[in-house]
Every structure is written in structure tokens, then in C-alpha cells.
């Protein structure tokens, strides 16, 4: 079904990843119009199939017989990142807000959303009050990783976990998502210098379905973390990282030599006969090739940046000057 090129642009898109879940858009469909139509402003949906397995696809052929509703099914199951990151894409709203499909986010809660938003915010993240999970294997090990998150990246967020949200389409503009990234849009839109809140939602238990959560995706998360913080701290400047780490092994392989020239001269003892000659070679020469890998980086992110035209800062507004012609 080809989207209209004459349609006038929505100020809301609610982007809707899905997986295996036929008995729930249905009424997530009845409860997302129940929200929105008496709110008054234009909107749609999209619904984005992660290469579910069941009815979901026949569900969302009936539902797009609405002309708000636009539908994007993947040939297989590529995980809700993936989802997002394609809804996203095609979502031609000024404001975008994201939300699962299983009806635990209430949609009553978007218009109070864009109402924070429209405080001066560019995002505003919900907080599951209340959580309608299993404490011992959901709840307590995701207030443990909101914690870790929000250390590693600086970003305070109490719920990263939280898919409601409700952020202004150009944060995540030249923002793209792999693995398990979506838990760190907030994360992404403060690298852009967005101005971020939080605001408490509802959360109800699942009622269709089953959960598509699992301890083993901690693991992704944890390295996704990882390779965040890298982008947030030094993704302009990768030599500072690389770097770090170099000057540290020239100096511990510069003591451990010193050392050795002191151990030969006050007590006689010949380099060859001193265990940490060979050491501090060793930290020498790992110094020297992580300062070379940092040169590395900084030639691909230099290569990156410039060849794509991506910018290196983000402007909020400009007052009586136009934007850069790049290229």
C-alpha cells in the first residue's frame, strides 16, 4: 500500500513495534484513537511488524484501511531496535512518540507527553509507575541497569526500559540505531544537546501474548552501553580515548625501565636477570600501537563525518543568519 505524496504532514506519528502479537493490536488500535481523536491534532500510526509469526500481518491489513494508519513488515525478525529505528524512518510527524504494542503503556498518556514537550522540552520519557512485572527477574535487574545507564552515559533517567516516549523528529535525525540501542534514546538526543524531562505513565499487565523479555538480552545491553559511552565521550575525538590508555602504558613501561637502571647500578643486577626489563618493553609497545590505533580512528571518524556531511555540532535555532549550503 504506496503512502500518498499529496498528504499534509501530521504533527504526531506514534510508531508501534510489533512481534507475535494478533490478540492486542486490535484493541491497542481502539485505545490509541479513544486517545487521540478527541485531542484534536492530526496524527498517525505506524505499525512496523518484526516478522511476526502469527495473524499480526492480517490483523494490520484490516487496520490500514484506515488512511492514518501506514504499515511496514520486515521480512523476518530483526528485534524491536530494528522496529524502531524503521518507524522512525518513515514517521513524517513533528513530534514522534514510540509505544508497545501489549497495551502496558496506556496511549491515554501521549497527549500528556506532548504536553511536557511542548513546555520547552525536546524529549520527554516515561516512567513506568507502579510496574506490572515480575519483581525478582524484571523489575529489580532493570532499576540495576537504569542505574548503570544513567552513570555510564550521564543521562539521568530513571525508566531507561520505558518504550513511551515523546521527542521532536529532528533529535534523532542523524541518530542510527543498532542492537539493543533503542533503551538509549535519551542517551542519543542529549549527544544532540536535547533538553530531556521525565514524566510518570501507567503501566498495566500484559493481558495478550507473552513477554518478549529475557535475562539473556542483558549481556547485548551491556555491550551496547559500552559502545554508547564511546560515541558520547569521544566519537569526534576518538585519539583522546585511545590515547588515555597509551600514555598510561609509556608510563609504566618508562618506570618498570627506570626501574631496571637502578636495580643494575645500586645493586648489580643485570637487566637480563630482571623480570621487569621485559615488562616494561611490553607496555612500551602497547603504548605504542594504541596510539596508533587512536590515529586510526580518528582517520575513519575524519572519513566518516566528512564524506556523509554529518555534522560534527547541532544548532538549536538561528536568528538572522541562514543555514550552511554543505556539499
Same mark, same amino acid.
Given at each position: 500500500?504506496?503512502?500518498?505524496?499529496?498528504?499534509?504532514?501530521?504533527?504526531?506519528?506514534?510508531?508501534?513495534?510489533?512481534?507475535?502479537?494478533?490478540d492486542?493490536?486490535?484493541?491497542?488500535?481502539?485505545?490509541?484513537?479513544?486517545?487521540?481523536?478527541?485531542?484534536?491534532?492530526?496524527?498517525?500510526?505506524?505499525?512496523?511488524?518484526?516478522?511476526?509469526?502469527?495473524?499480526?500481518?492480517?490483523?494490520?491489513?484490516?487496520?490500514?484501511?484506515?488512511? $492514518?494508519?501506514? *504499515?511496514?513488515?520486515?521480512?523476518?525478525? +530483526? #528485534?524491536?531496535?530494528?522496529?524502531?529505528? %524503521?518507524? @522512525?524512518?518513515?514517521?513524517?510527524?513533528?513530534?514522534?512518540?514510540?509505544?508497545?504494542?501489549?497495551?502496558?503503556?496506556?496511549?491515554?498518556?501521549?497527549?500528556?507527553?506532548?504536553?511536557?514537550?511542548?513546555?520547552?522540552?525536546?524529549?520527554?520519557a516515561?516512567?513506568?509507575?507502579?510496574?506490572?512485572?515480575?519483581?525478582?527477574?524484571?523489575?529489580?535487574?532493570?532499576?540495576?541497569?537504569?542505574?548503570?545507564?544513567?552513570?555510564?552515559?550521564?543521562?539521568?533517567?530513571?525508566d531507561?526500559?520505558?518504550?513511551?516516549?515523546?521527542? $521532536?523528529?529532528? *533529535?534523532?535525525?542523524?541518530?542510527?540505531? +543498532? #542492537?539493543?540501542?533503542?533503551?538509549?534514546? %535519551?542517551? @542519543?538526543?542529549?549527544?544532540?544537546?536535547?533538553?530531556?524531562?521525565?514524566?510518570?505513565v501507567?503501566?498495566?499487565?500484559?493481558?495478550?501474548?507473552?513477554?518478549?523479555?529475557?535475562?539473556?538480552?542483558?549481556?547485548?545491553?551491556v555491550?551496547?552501553?559500552?559502545t554508547?559511552?564511546?560515541?558520547?565521550?569521544?566519537?569526534?575525538?576518538?585519539?583522546?580515548?585511545?590515547?588515555?590508555?597509551a600514555?598510561?602504558?609509556?608510563?609504566?613501561?618508562?618506570?618498570?625501565?627506570?626501574?631496571?637502571?637502578?636495580?643494575?647500578?645500586?645493586?648489580?643486577?643485570? *637487566?637480563?636477570?630482571?623480570?621487569?626489563?621485559?615488562?616494561?618493553?611490553?607496555?612500551?609497545?602497547?603504548?605504542?600501537?594504541?596510539?596508533?590505533?587512536?590515529?586510526?580512528?580518528?582517520?575513519?571518524?575524519r572519513?566518516?563525518?566528512?564524506?556523509?556531511?554529518?555534522?560534527?555540532?547541532?544548532?538549536?535555532?538561528?536568528?538572522?543568519?541562514?543555514?550552511?549550503?554543505?556539499?
Amino acid at each position: 500500500m504506496s503512502e500518498p505524496t499529496n498528504e499534509a504532514r501530521p504533527f504526531l506519528s506514534v510508531v508501534v513495534p510489533a512481534y507475535n502479537e494478533q490478540d492486542s493490536l486490535g484493541p491497542m488500535h481502539a485505545a490509541l484513537l479513544a486517545a487521540l481523536e478527541p485531542w484534536g491534532r492530526s496524527f498517525e500510526v505506524l505499525y512496523v511488524d518484526d516478522g511476526s509469526r502469527d495473524d499480526s500481518m492480517r490483523v494490520l491489513h484490516e487496520l490500514a484501511a484506515d488512511p $492514518r494508519v501506514k *504499515v511496514i513488515q520486515f521480512r523476518r525478525n +530483526y #528485534g524491536q531496535t530494528a522496529a524502531m529505528a %524503521a518507524g @522512525f524512518e518513515h514517521a513524517r510527524g513533528e513530534v514522534i512518540c514510540p509505544i508497545d504494542a501489549d497495551l502496558q503503556n496506556d496511549p491515554g498518556d501521549i497527549p500528556l507527553l506532548v504536553a511536557k514537550l511542548e513546555e520547552g522540552y525536546d524529549l520527554v520519557a516515561g516512567i513506568r509507575a507502579k510496574r506490572q512485572d515480575k519483581a525478582l527477574t524484571v523489575v529489580i535487574p532493570s532499576k540495576i541497569a537504569n542505574r548503570i545507564i544513567a552513570k555510564v552515559t550521564g543521562v539521568d533517567l530513571k525508566d531507561n526500559g520505558c518504550t513511551l516516549k515523546a521527542f $521532536r523528529s529532528e *533529535v534523532l535525525h542523524d541518530v542510527h540505531l +543498532y #542492537g539493543e540501542a533503542h533503551r538509549f534514546i %535519551a542517551a @542519543f538526543a542529549a549527544m544532540a544537546g536535547a533538553r530531556i524531562t521525565q514524566l510518570p505513565v501507567r503501566h498495566h499487565a500484559r493481558r495478550w501474548g507473552v513477554s518478549k523479555y529475557n535475562l539473556s538480552k542483558t549481556f547485548r545491553v551491556v555491550l551496547d552501553l559500552i559502545t554508547v559511552r564511546f560515541l558520547l565521550a569521544y566519537a569526534t575525538k576518538p585519539t583522546y580515548f585511545f590515547g588515555r590508555f597509551a600514555f598510561g602504558c609509556f608510563g609504566l613501561g618508562g618506570l618498570s625501565l627506570a626501574w631496571t637502571l637502578v636495580q643494575r647500578f645500586a645493586s648489580g643486577i643485570f *637487566v637480563k636477570d630482571q623480570p621487569l626489563f621485559v615488562v616494561g618493553i611490553f607496555f612500551l609497545l602497547s603504548g605504542l600501537q594504541l596510539l596508533l590505533f587512536g590515529l586510526l580512528a580518528e582517520l575513519n571518524m575524519r572519513t566518516y563525518y566528512e564524506s556523509q556531511g554529518k555534522p560534527t555540532y547541532f544548532v538549536r535555532q538561528r536568528l538572522n543568519v541562514a543555514a550552511p549550503i554543505r556539499g
